[in-house]
């Protein structure tokens, strides 16, 4: 029985502790620049993301995963902004596996939940927070997606082999939210073993453990190339966000 399930069963107000992991080590190669602190309209890329986090009140502490080189510049940008919930910036690694696992080593043991989310999702809502970390504390593991749009082929040397089923496909997003023995135990187990992961849900997958789909949107982009920050900053002022 999940927890939100026992807490129901009980008739009791929901409590939940979560510690979000932002990953944030990454070389931003295709951006072509450092874009971790990249103004959008002003304001941090960074710290856009930190808002969304610090806001929710399922979110206990925050715990990011840099560059050493960006140690020193990351803290003070958290100071000056006053964000409360921000505990550590440590160092990542070389991997997304090695960089979680940096913050996760450092998370409250206590903590019920983990929710990890790419640095470079500036647009997630409070919504879309609140909403994966409930259906993980239900589930234990759980991720927003978004439906593909576009038909997706599998081609190899240039030629189409097979056209996939588009309505079986979904793009998975962050916040990847799970409990916090699961994800900690499966993404040791991953670099252990020497794989390589594009996502989190992928090394709780590789134990056999579901992952339960939640509503994403098509605005919680991942900001990789210029023209993801054109469309980012359009999103905001759209939004009433710039």
């Known amino acids: ?12 107000r929901l409590m939940v502790s979560c510690s979000a992991i932002v990953p944030a080590a990454g ?13 959008l309209h002003d304001v941090p890329m960074l710290l856009r993301t930190l808002w969304t986090l610090e806001g929710c009140g399922y979110v206990t502490e925050i715990i990011i995963a840099t560059r050493e080189d960006l140690i020193v510049p990351v803290g003070q940008l958290c100071r000056d902004a006053g964000l409360q919930k921000v505990r550590k ?6 991997s997304r596996t090695a960089s979680v696992l940096a913050g996760l080593r450092e998370a409250d043991p206590t903590t019920q939940l983990v929710a990890i989310h790419d640095a470079d999702r500036p647009l997630l ?27 997706i082929k599998r081609a190899a040397d240039g030629m189409v082999e097979t056209t996939l089923d588009r309505s079986e496909l979904f793009a998975i997003q962050t916040p990847q939210v799970f409990e916090h023995g699961l994800i900690l135990g499966a993404l040791e187990k991953a670099e252990a073993e020497g ?20 509503e994403g949107s098509y605005e919680n982009i991942k900001l990789t190339t210029p023209e993801d920050v054109l469309v980012a900053e359009a999103i905001l002022e759209r939004r009433g966000e710039a």
């Not at 029985?1 to 009791?12: D, P, S, T, V």
């Open 1 to 12: 029985m999940g927890f939100f399930e026992k807490l129901r069963k009980n008739g009791q």
């Open 125 to 151: 809502t409070a919504e879309i927070l609140g909403k994966t970390i409930r259906r993980a504390a239900e589930r234990g593991a759980a991720a927003p997606a978004v439906p593909v749009k576009d038909t």
């Open 27 to 39: 070389s931003a190669v295709r951006m072509g620049q450092d874009k971790l602190l990249m103004p």
């Open 89 to 94: 910036v440590v160092v990542g690694g070389e």
């Open 195 to 214: 794989i390589a992961l594009t996502d989190d849900c992928a090394a709780v997958e590789r134990l056999g453990m579901p992952v339960c789909l939640t």
